[in-house]
């Protein structure tokens, strides 16, 4: 059972401060009318600063980034023409209806509350928040898989053990976004983001590489870091905020497995390994079916870059071998209804997409967020604070921080950000590692408390299906403590790593080689 709320005349004040924000975030309009009006203050605020002439040099081309009117014949046109493109190129939006009609199949068949049940009985109660925290974190590593399957995971996992299910979605999300630069194992992230730190670092070292691993150490350590903040602000902060779970949403009954479910279990075990074995054949053997030719390695392969339909044909296979062994489903009519019955619960998100995409894509066409992110690193160089090195690194991870809640992707901010930093910070004689390190310090503290995080809509779909009609400013309010805590926590132990003068990754130490 959940802890009792704080009584009122015992409440601290950072606890006083979430309510305040989530009395103020729930006055604001529905989510999808929010984003609207969000979309028109673009569109007003790129005619002001048109008209004011505001622009900066882009770091990477050279070339002047202009701020562009979108309250304009042109501007007007563009925005016409493009409603559905928008619409139909929101990019979770086809990643998640499309890992939702396979993983419908499994929950359809009764695989995904066998499943859940599984893991419940065979965690106890004390390690749960743990579980869910740490499962998050090693979730991103394929993909956007955490913000589809996880994140509704966690708060099933919570609600069938009689915890508020909010707390479970909250500390899912607090994993799979809070935590997305903390891992055990390496993804397409790391090499993405090495990619975009080596070219900005030939700049001042012309020929150096910066390879995939290069934060491997820091990140692992980041991962232990996260679990345990992660579980520690869910049991004493968020849990006790929320109180006892007084929804309509009745939880899954926590009960052994019978024979047919462990039969069907076991032809998912066996449909999956098989799926497994195929991929790793594609992908592992010389001129496997799955590897590029290009560049035939595993991170390149087409596995990782068609990951959502895997997720789909994983689900699919799995969801049915599940439904023949434990004899659930009898023909294709009952597979069809249960992918029908997914998708019609995404009706909100759906709508909530649709506005989100518009502003997204008007946001982006201005170039607000380039200007807001060039005019700030430059406010950082003007600081002078080239003697500490710590104060420097703790000063890109606020920077970067705040960046983050305009501009969420990584990559894009690291393309923007990266060319003013690593050559900077280089010939101050620091790593360009180092410096990729606390800038991934900074990208993942503050995606689970902004609104423009592309999965923010999601999210709050998938609360409202325990607390119908889910604020914004509840969702704030939820996961603020995680930020706050991850941001402070992983700051420190930043700045601690540098003081030790350790290795961030292999081969990869705090200052260049003479």
Not at 60 to 74: C, K, M
Not at 337 to 364: E, K, P
Not at 411 to 435: C, D, H, N, Q, R
Not at 494 to 507: E, K, Q, R
Request: glycine share 10%; net charge positive; aromatic share 10%.
């Amino acid at each position: 059972m959940s802890l009792a709320p704080t009584p009122t005349g015992s409440r601290t004040l950072f606890q006083r401060f979430l309510s305040v924000i989530e009395r103020v975030g729930n006055t604001l309009p529905n989510p999808s009318t929010l984003f609207a009006l969000l979309a028109g203050v673009v569109v007003i605020c790129s005619w002001i600063f048109s008209r004011m002439g505001v622009s900066v040099l882009h770091p990477a081309t050279g070339q002047t980034v202009p701020v562009v009117n979108l309250l304009s014949v042109e501007g007007l046109h563009r925005m016409l023409l493009n409603v559905v493109p928008n619409f139909v190129g929101f990019p979770p939006l086809g990643t998640v209806l499309a890992c939702l009609v396979g993983i419908a199949v499994a929950e359809r068949t009764g695989l995904v509350t066998a499943g859940l049940r599984l893991i419940v009985l065979a965690t106890p109660r004390r390690w749960l928040a743990s579980v869910v925290v740490f499962g998050g974190i090693l979730s991103h590593s394929g993909a956007d898989v955490g913000y589809v399957l996880f994140i509704p995971l966690g708060a099933a996992m919570f609600h069938a053990v009689g915890r508020h299910p909010l707390a479970g979605l909250a500390a899912a999300f607090a994993g799979v976004s809070g935590g997305f630069s903390a891992n055990i194992v390496l993804g397409t992230i790391d090499a993405l983001l090495a990619g975009i730190t080596q070219a900005a670092a030939a700049v001042v070292r012309p020929g150096i590489t910066v390879n995939p691993a290069a934060n491997w150490y820091f990140l692992i350590a980041a991962s232990v870091l996260i679990t345990v903040v992660g579980t520690w602000v869910t049991e004493r902060i968020v849990e006790p905020r929320l109180g006892s779970y007084t929804g309509d949403a009745k939880p899954e009954v926590i009960k052994p497995l019978g024979a047919d479910e462990k039969r069907g279990l076991w032809y998912a075990v066996f449909a999956t390994l098989g799926v497994t074995a195929l991929v790793l054949w594609g992908t592992l053997t010389e001129g496997g079916f799955l590897l590029d030719p290009k560049n035939p390695v595993f991170l390149a392969s087409y596995f990782i870059r068609g990951l959502i339909f895997f997720i789909f044909f994983y689900g699919l296979v799995a969801g049915l071998a599940y439904g023949i062994g434990a004899r659930t489903i009898r023909n294709d009519n009952d597979v069809i209804r249960g992918m029908d019955a997914s998708v019609s619960t995404m009706g909100s998100y759906i709508v909530m997409a649709f506005f989100a995409a518009q502003f997204l894509a008007y946001f982006n066409w201005t170039n607000l967020g380039t200007v807001m992110a060039v005019k700030g690193a430059g406010a950082i160089q003007a600081l002078n604070l080239q003697g500490s090195p710590i104060l420097l690194m703790v000063s890109l991870v606020l920077f970067t921080a705040v960046v983050n809640l305009v501009i969420g992707s990584a990559s894009a901010k690291w393309t923007l950000l990266a060319p003013i930093f690593v050559p900077m910070f280089m010939l101050l004689g620091y790593s360009p590692e180092l410096v990729q390190g606390a800038y991934r310090v900074g990208d993942s503290c503050t995606n689970i408390i902004t609104p423009l995080n592309q999965y923010f809509p999601l999210i709050l779909g998938f609360a409202a299906r325990y607390v119908p009609n889910t604020g914004i400013g509840t969702m704030l309010a939820t996961m603020m403590p995680y930020s706050i805590a991850f941001l402070v926590s992983w700051t420190l132990m930043l700045m601690a790593w540098i003081a030790l003068g350790l290795p961030v990754g292999p081969g990869a130490g705090l200052f260049l080689p003479q």
